[in-house]
């Protein structure tokens, strides 16, 4: 049984953060739940979604987080409890309706959760949004480890339903996909039914309604003061207190006991960090003369409490405050135990060494000793490879140095060597076409470069359509071309509109890429990328007429595809592949580069590590000798 | 031949400067260099220094006076219609093949009889209007193919791609129907040390050639005038009528030849060859006469094949007249004197012509 549906409570089980998260919704009786898959916030959803049947309540992949939210929302103005998820940049996505729907208030727990991607492991930026919150005024909370994780989100659709506002959850990278002890409480019985009463209007009465939102914002900031998640642990009478949040507990307590100073400094731990629990602040740093606060990215905790303190002046007297500011932690980037006991140990005037100064030298050695060097790349087998290469020789062809608007999506990959450096810009979904139909307007000022907007599936429903509309009634020079593979790849393979499924697996109906182009009025065509000569022609040809244009690469995820049917034998014909007399100088193992492909150094041929091929055989169709051959399993 | 040479040095000193014919002799042997349309290009550089590409490109050095005597052993007698046993008018005997023919149909006819002997089993062709206004390199396996493949197009396609593509499969004796530049590179193929596809090609019917048209541009031009892929033929009169006839199934139309100067691809520019100077058998227009071609016989081999064709009937011959041999050897004369003029315009120094390699007593005769 799934440790979401165990109900078992007291047992301590293992869990992921995010499922922690989604375990907090379970136990508060969540109804509804809605996300748009995102690293590092994706398992919450699909936890949900796993057990959504067995507890009846409503789970979706949402087409993008605006709708999540939206949705979400709604099922609370009519009483009930939902969650919505999403990765930082959703948030930037629904911020239109999370900039109103504060002012309207809401009534069931509305529960927002953000997984948030210090170091942007795998994120095209790392923004804080934490940031948001204040900016909404919305009460925040983060939690620092896999108990409150649970605990928090089971309390802030409470803390919701009393102040009437959506409450939002901070995660980072760090905690939603590490695993820890979690102990299990009860899972109530649902019993709630929707009705929708009432009116939630933003538009009018904004002032009167902003007034109010400060106030419920108050009423957040009087439950914070006497919240279990904000404490204190240390000497009574510290001079040297750690302010932290999130992430940083466990980074702070590790360095505190690194440096041999339980003794000496104190841990202060907020959870409730907008608005800030102020007397509980002032309270811990009355006799406190040093500060050190340690957070991942932005200094917010920072400058809060540093309002906060020099509003306190008077009664705190003069505080010295460590952190981004003062340069003792970064303000970008994640950040970890040796960061902080750096810090520590610095404004301590301690030594501090983690490991022999040689070790990082010793290590990177080793390292290039015995690694192969690997540049991030695609999976074996995947459409993207080849597309990539057919979009480079179709640019190639034309000849008037043609290029590559980005989007959001596996084959952002395409910046780097696996796409063979084709993308040009990259930024945040559905901007690959919202750049290509600006250059595709520069003709007027001698612009004849050909733009190519790439999109995978799932982003062109989340955020291209817009983008491909206004390049239709603009008359814009634009050629989009959809990657088609089947699916919300990069994080999991999530279903959308086009997958033919639902979040909980059911069939659900096909929404056509090709069918809205059409309804759109632009030409549009789909062409397996496996065909690569024809692909490159039909690339070719489309760049030669002006107008907006749509070109669908489909063909599914081999990850997916080899999964569901019998995996193809293929291997290298020694007798056919003639080596380095080839003159074709390796192509398959050093430029398309496929990990399933590899050069034998003893036979000086290439061949193909079955281990890793996936046998999609394009390869084969590349090969200049015919020397590989597809056995159909 | 220059050594040492490859991709890097074919894209500087070719394709980036509009030099490239399209003639399809550096595609299809390496996975880096694809043809689409008329446009060639090095996808990617292979990282090798060498290569048969730039071996092989008709607009790489090339030593003219070595390529005769490899040929027809001797260095030309011509100037400006290089090595020929002899020159006539020819047309084909069977009507049906001149009705679709361009002119006198000749090409088709020795084609149809070659492969019909035996003395070739397959034949690289051009399908002029293949659906579009591009033609397309196609490969004949029977002689009734190759009737499909009359009548010309003015944009070039690239033929030796496909000659390329068809030796990996089959070894068979071939014959192939090619363009001035499309047989000097063919030529070089043969000529060069590594092994290639035109080592099979025993039978080379060159055409006569002024200039193509570059596909962007003809493409862009014709464009919402007409429907391209309802194209029958495209033909260019006799002067002093300067036009060129685009005839569709749904009616034709004409443009001012002046109109097409822009599309001409720069390779033209600095073409030094209208008659095909390097083939077995050279094939052009009469001046005059529709229904006629100007037939050059060039080798020995070639000589054999049209008297036994004349024979069988299959084709007609008569004498050119003294009037239109003079012509064309003045026409041709003129195509090398601007050829040599344009690239010395490029090169800035008459003794650098680019890729052709000419002995001091030939390179004067046309400055």
Not at chain 1, 250 to 263: I, P, T, W
Request: charged content about 25%; some cysteine.
């Amino acid at each position: 049984m799934s440790i979401l549906a165990m109900d078992q409570p007291g047992r301590s089980v293992l869990m992921m953060g995010n499922e922690a998260i989604a375990r907090g919704a379970i136990e508060a009786g969540v109804d509804f739940s809605t996300a748009y898959p995102g690293t590092p916030s994706s398992e919450i959803l699909e936890s949900l979604a796993r057990v959504a049947e067995h507890f009846g309540f409503y789970a979706e992949w949402s087409i993008n987080e605006m709708v999540a939210l939206e949705a979400a929302a709604a099922a609370s103005f009519s009483g009930l409890r939902a969650i919505v998820a999403m990765k930082q940049n959703g948030v930037n996505v629904c911020s239109d309706f999370l900039l109103t729907v504060n002012l309207t208030g809401t009534k069931g727990g509305l529960v927002f959760v953000v997984g948030d991607d210090p170091s942007a492991i795998s994120s095209s930026n790392e923004q804080d949004s934490r940031n948001f919150a204040r900016f909404a005024d919305l009460p925040l909370l983060e939690p620092a480890t896999f108990q409150e994780a649970k605990d928090m989100t089971r309390w802030a659709f409470e803390l919701s339903e009393r102040v009437g506002l959506p409450c939002m959850i901070r995660s980072v990278t760090r905690l939603s996909h590490s695993r820890g002890n979690v102990k299990l409480a009860e899972i109530p019985q649902r019993s709630r039914s929707a009705r929708f009463e009432g009116g939630y209007v933003a538009g009018v009465f904004v002032p009167i309604k902003h007034a109010e939102l400060h106030q419920k914002l108050e009423q957040a900031r009087e439950e914070f003061e006497g919240s279990e998640f904000n404490w204190y642990v240390g000497p009574e009478q510290a001079r040297f207190v750690i302010v932290t949040s999130g992430s940083g507990w466990l980074y702070s307590r590790e360095a505190v006991a690194a440096l041999g100073l339980d003794g000496e400094v104190g841990i202060l731990k907020i959870g409730t960090t907008w608005p800030l629990p102020e007397r509980f602040i002032v309270d811990h740093l009355k006799k406190v003369t040093e500060v050190l606060i340690v957070e991942e990215v932005d200094p917010f905790l920072e400058q809060n409490i540093k309002i906060l303190l020099a509003e306190q002046a008077k009664t705190l007297g003069p505080i010295e405050v460590y952190g981004a500011r003062s340069g003792h932690l970064p303000a970008f980037g994640d950040i970890n135990q040796d960061k902080v006991a750096r810090a520590l140990a610095d404004v301590r005037g301690l030594e501090y060494r983690t490991r022999d100064e040689q070790y990082a030298r010793r290590a990177g050695e080793l390292a290039l000793t015995y690694l192969p060097p690997r540049m991030p790349t695609f999976c074996p087998g995947c459409p993207h490879r080849a597309s990539l290469w057919a979009i480079k020789a179709a640019l190639k062809l034309d000849g008037r140095d043609g290029f590559v608007t980005g989007d959001i999506g596996c084959y952002s990959l395409g910046v780097g060597p696996a796409g063979f450096w084709q993308l040009k810009t990259l930024h945040c979904m559905g901007a690959g076409i919202g750049l290509a139909n600006g250059f595709g307007q520069l003709g007027q000022f001698a612009f004849d470069q050909p733009v190519v907007a790439v999109c995978g599936d799932s982003t062109f429903f989340h955020a291209a359509i817009p983008g491909l509309i206004n390049a239709r009634f603009n008359n814009s020079n634009v050629l989009m071309v959809v990657l088609d593979n089947g699916g919300t790849a990069m994080t999991g393979f999530q279903p959308h509109p086009g997958s033919g499924t639902d979040a909980l697996g059911r069939p659900a109906p096909v929404v056509e890429i090709e069918a809205i182009c059409k309804a759109i009025g632009v030409e549009v065509r789909v062409r397996d990328p496996f065909e690569v000569d024809q692909a490159i022609e039909e690339l070719y040809d489309m760049l030669q007429d002006g107008g907006a244009k749509v070109m669908v690469f489909r063909r599914k995820c081999f990850l997916v595809e080899s999964r569901e049917k019998a995996r193809p034998r293929v291997f290298v014909d020694p007798e056919k592949c003639i080596g380095d007399d080839c003159g074709c100088a390796r192509f398959c193992s050093r430029v398309f580069n496929c990990p399933g492909i590899i050069w034998d150094q003893e036979a000086k041929k290439a061949k193909i590590d079955e281990v890793v091929c996936t046998g999609c055989g394009v390869c084969a169709t590349l090969c200049p000798q015919g020397a590989i051959v597809v056995e159909e399993g | 031949m220059e050594a040492g040479k490859g991709p890097l040095d074919l894209e500087k000193e070719v394709l980036n400067e509009g030099l490239c014919t399209s003639c399809g002799a550096c595609v299809e042997i390496c996975p880096y260099i694809k043809v689409v349309k008329d446009r060639v290009a090095v996808i990617e550089p292979c990282g090798l220094a060498e290569g048969k590409c730039y071996d092989f490109c008709p607009r790489t050095p090339t030593d003219i006076a070595a390529l005769d005597r490899r040929i027809f052993g001797q260095e030309r007698p011509d100037s400006s219609l290089g090595s020929y046993i002899s020159i006539e008018m020819a047309q084909a005997r069977d009507k049906k093949i001149r009705s679709r023919a361009q002119y006198g149909g000749v090409v088709s006819a020795l084609m149809t009889y070659a492969m019909d002997l035996g003395e070739i089993g397959a034949a690289v062709l051009t399908r002029p209007f293949d659906g579009g206004l591009m033609p397309t390199s196609v490969v004949a396996e029977e002689s009734s193919q190759v009737l499909g493949c009359a009548t010309s197009n003015y944009i070039a396609s690239a033929t030796l791609a496909g000659l390329n593509k068809v030796t990996k499969q089959r070894r068979a004796p071939i014959g192939v129907v090619c363009l001035p530049c499309q047989v000097l590179a063919l030529r070089k193929m043969q000529a060069s040390e590594h092994e290639n596809g035109a080592k099979e090609v025993r039978l080379v019917i060159g055409l006569f050639c002024t200039w193509a048209l570059s596909y962007q541009g003809f493409y862009q031009f014709l464009r919402g005038k007409l429907a391209l892929s309802h194209i029958k033929r495209i033909d260019i009169p006799p002067p002093p009528a300067n036009i060129l006839v685009v005839d569709t199934e749904k009616g034709a139309m004409e443009f001012p030849l002046e109109d097409m100067r822009g599309f001409i691809k720069p390779a033209c520019g600095i073409c030094f060859d209208m008659t095909s100077e390097f083939a077995d058998i050279s094939v052009g227009m009469v001046e005059g006469m529709d229904d006629w071609n100007t037939l050059m016989i060039r080798t020995p081999e070639a000589e054999r094949l049209i008297e036994k064709a004349r024979q069988e009937g299959i084709i007609e011959t008569k004498p050119l007249d003294e009037a239109r041999l003079t012509h064309l050897r003045e026409a041709s004369l003129q195509k090398k004197r601007r050829a040599i003029e344009a690239i010395v315009k490029r090169t800035g120094d008459e003794r650098n012509l680019l890729y052709l390699l000419l002995s001091e007593e030939e390179r004067r005769k046309f400055l």
